[in-house]
DNA sequence: GTCTATACCTAGATAGAC
DNA sequence: GTCTATCTAGGTATAGAC
């Protein structure tokens, strides 16, 4: 017997350990985390209960790691986004839109990310990535101040405003299973592409805008004009 | 044996339901849901665990019934305060105002409601009172842009940011321990009435007023001019 | 290294005495 | 009606066979 394992075995229990928080990420992101016991994900990756203890210490382990892994990935694009090219508030507005569009295009897994109730240890690191989230908002905001583009205020609120907005908004077009939702509150279809999605994406960037500040008075990207919101109710 | 219950049996029952409900809202509101466990709750009511369930059929229902309690009491005072009198911005910054205040001024229970992990069925019931607050916004906002004092936008969505923002806002301040939290996100002492919870409140007030769309030219009530905001780090 | 089977622990819920 | 003591279920974690 080696004292150290061979690479071969090294990549073939790495491999395994990615097949399963790949499979453990599909679970939680069909059935929540609730549902997404031991036994359920150890199914879905094809292996025995039992084994999923060979890569993670606990279900807690298991469970954070999926976390952070997705949110880790939307935290990177928002962050390329909003440090891209652009002045401040296009990025703001781009950033917000690209989050949007993502968390549409893969409700499920949104939801589990920014809403769905969870253990202890998933919360926690839920704040912790909100943390984050508040962290990218508020250096454009911070920029946006010093390029004169946005009024005085303070960068940390306002960014913690603009993360609660953005959840907020996204919140409820996500929780609906499929469909459900009405007007521009949610879309219809499966893809995330239709127009509602369209018209939530639009109202929810004029709110993060209007929120941090920005003049209306300038043109924005996204569509002609303003194309008169509806109500749902 | 009477068919019925006498008064006196029916007013001895319910008060001691009442006393129930409370101790157990002192309990949600000092360790959380996750503590407040059944043994915990009764053991604070002075009734053994048992006797719980003379209550309640479930540890869920009264759970339930504590969340609805609370929560309902805030969407109360928000709907005054919301519908009372003054135009439909001043009464906008007036009630995030008086709800913030109280949230400070409760910390433990306004976060237990806010955003501490809970079972699905609190979580469910947080979601539709997430509602009530969307929908009295939303009435507001509806309002100032009839009279505009608004710009043209899509209530419900600006609503659902606005519940969002004032939220997020709130939940690091009131997720600190006690006292924890820097410069404006928290206030140092108990009574919540500090120099920092008025800069907290001032600036939530601003972001939420931008957020609708409100005119900064107008004079708002909320101290002198705008007391330069400074950053936490 | 992985599976099967099982132990165990926590917390909610119940039964029967007083 | 309330308490004590007990039962139970559900799901995590482990032990030992292959």
Same mark, same amino acid.
């Given at each position: ?76 694009? #928002? ?34 990310? #920014? ?33 004169? #583009? ?19 908004? #996204? ?63």
């Amino acid at each position: 017997m080696a004292y150290r394992k061979t690479p071969a075995e090294l990549r073939r229990l790495d491999a395994a350990r990615e097949h399963l928080i790949a499979r453990a990420t599909a679970v939680v992101a069909e059935v929540g985390w609730a549902q997404a016991s031991v036994t359920a994900v150890a199914d879905s990756a094809g292996i025995a209960a039992g084994s999923v203890y060979q890569h993670f210490p606990s279900k807690s382990a298991l469970a954070v790691e999926v976390f952070r892994r997705a949110a880790g990935h939307e935290v990177a694009v #928002l962050d390329e986004v909003l440090h891209g090219p652009g002045d401040a508030v296009a990025r703001l507005a781009h950033g917000v839109g690209v989050f949007a569009r993502r968390a549409l295009e893969n409700r499920g897994l949104a939801y589990a990310l #920014l809403a769905a109730p969870a253990e202890p240890a998933v919360g926690a690191e839920r704040l912790d990535f909100r943390r984050r989230y508040r962290a990218l908002f508020a250096d454009v905001v911070r920029e946006g101040v010093a390029a004169g #583009l946005l009024p005085a205020q303070h960068p940390g609120i306002t960014a913690a405003a603009l993360t609660g907005a953005v959840g907020e908004v #996204l919140a409820y077009p996500l929780g609906a299973p499929d469909g459900t939702a009405d007007d521009a509150t949610g879309t219809t279809g499966s893809t995330g592409s239709t127009g509602s999605t369209d018209a939530l994406l639009a109202e929810l960037t004029a709110a993060v805008l209007r929120c941090a500040g920005a003049d209306p008075a300038r043109d924005r990207p996204t569509g002609p004009a303003r194309p008169d919101p509806q109500e749902p109710s």
